[in-house]
């Protein structure tokens, strides 16, 4: 493959900056711009030994006094020949010196083409690949201790196993039925039920497991609803720690969805401030109630707040008529730094999470998070890396569960051995998608496109 090079760190001031290089290439072209302060050439040097040296743009014009590494193929990221320039993080000098790695044979990389070569250059399968960008957009800890174990292969093993499983399953098949004169021994039915109740035992594991690591990657949707002007602004504002939302005593502030992410103790919420809901004449402010409606349907929590200042109004009956039927609500009872005009005792029954706070005072705000909390606990059963986080994995698992459950009642209703055949192979088809044995180069390219530059 031609030589790929790209700055792989922020293009903002920093301490370091760093100038990665990949390809067969790599290491003569930054042999040729940096010339080690002990003498002789970066190309001698041990593999991944920091030496420090000048670099030198492709006119000999002096760049930066700097470190550089190199690591020959196979023992790399990539499996290639890498090189790494760790420069002062001037972004100007960056843009100076990859310019000079072009006028010396580079080319820039696309996004996520380092992570791409390691794959297509077995350093790596599409679970650990794809745990690469999972593990620079965690913004939990619970992320991140996943996307790290499925770096180091969590994944990859526990499909492994069941694969091997499988794989051995269909060579006895295929055995029996190609060659029939032969003395090979029969498979027992009860051992085709047990390699296809673990292997579905464990798929139905690990495909369940996607609830929870879509949470850690999206955040659990959250609603903030109410009447307006009652506070769900800020709320927001409160739980994210800064004004992200106007606040205003005018009601009807807010005319659309506004979102952000938190992080709240470890749980990562997708907070949705909504419009009020009330009936009105104003155009916009319909559109804006539509989207508060839809923001409800696609909820998996909803904080209903109410004003404990002010008496409850038909208003307010419209939003808890709007809410009876979900799952995880929480009442907020908002202004506690007022006097109040009702109690907790005052709503209707049949919420079980009832909160009172203030957002002026920032009272009640850990009540209110420990309550979340235990709606959403956090499942401690299932270890680190083995939950999947991915669509596009968690659909392939699905696939593959789906053809082995087939294949169990084929077996129990007396199909023949070909028909369980086909639906084991199908599972195994879908298993290699999980980790790339089996995909298209189109679609390995989108998956890559995600990445940043430069990883």
């Avoid at 209903?304 to 038909?314: K, R």
Wanted: glycine share 8%.
């Amino acid at each position: 493959m031609d030589t790929i090079a790209a700055i792989a760190t922020p293009l903002a001031p920093s301490a370091i900056g760093i100038l990665r290089l990949s390809g067969e290439h790599a290491i003569s072209i930054v042999s040729a711009l940096f010339h080690p302060f002990a003498g002789g050439s970066l190309s001698d040097a041990p593999n991944r030994k920091l030496i420090y040296g000048t670099f030198y743009d492709e006119t000999g014009c002096v760049l930066d006094h700097c470190l550089a590494t190199i690591s020959r193929s196979p023992h790399s990221y990539t499996g290639e020949d890498t090189a790494e320039l760790q420069c002062h993080g001037s972004p100007l000098l960056l843009a100076r010196g990859l310019e000079a790695l072009f006028a010396m044979g580079a080319r820039q990389a696309r996004p996520g083409e380092f992570t791409k070569r390691a794959f297509l250059n077995g350093q790596m399968d599409l679970t650990q690949a794809e745990a690469v960008i999972d593990l620079i957009d965690a913004q939990t800890e619970a992320a991140s201790r996943n996307a790290s174990a499925q770096l180091a292969g969590a994944v990859r093993l526990k499909i492994g196993g069941i694969y091997d499983n499988l794989l051995n399953l269909t060579a006895q098949f295929h055995a029996l039925l190609d060659y029939p004169e032969e003395d090979i021994e029969e498979i027992d039915e009860s051992q085709i039920e047990d390699t296809l109740q673990n292997a579905i035992d464990s798929l139905g594991a690990l495909s369940r497991s996607f609830q929870q690591g879509r949470l850690f990657t999206q955040g659990i949707p959250t609603a903030i609803v109410g009447r307006p002007n009652v506070g769900k602004s800020s709320l927001l504002n409160a739980l994210l720690g800064y004004e992200r939302a106007i606040v205003s005593s005018v009601p009807g502030t807010t005319r659309d969805t506004v979102e952000e992410r938190v992080s709240l103790d470890g749980l990562l919420l997708r907070l949705i401030d909504t419009a009020g809901l009330r009936e009105t004449a104003d155009p916009i402010e319909q559109m804006g109630t539509e989207r508060t409606r839809h923001a409800l349907a696609e909820a998996e929590l909803i904080l209903a707040v109410f004003d404990a200042s002010e008496p409850i109004l038909p208003e307010d009956n419209r939003v808890l008529d709007a809410i009876q039927n979900h799952k995880n609500v929480i009442l907020i009872r908002n202004k506690s730094d007022l006097p109040a005009l009702w109690e907790e005792r005052d709503l209707p029954a049949g919420f079980a999470h009832i909160c009172t706070i203030s957002t002026q005072q920032l009272e009640g705000l850990d009540t209110l998070i420990h309550q979340i909390h235990q709606l959403f606990p956090k499942d401690s059963t299932i270890p680190a890396g083995e939950i999947l986080t991915n669509a596009r994995q968690a659909g392939a698992a699905a696939r593959a569960l789906e053809a082995l459950e087939t294949a169990q009642r084929d077996l129990q209703t007396g199909m023949t051995p070909d028909a369980i055949l086909t639906g084991v192979e199908d599972a195994l088809s879908h298993l290699g998608e999980i980790t790339g044995a089996t995909l298209q180069e189109a679609l390995v390219s989108r998956i890559f496109e995600r990445f940043c530059v430069g990883k």
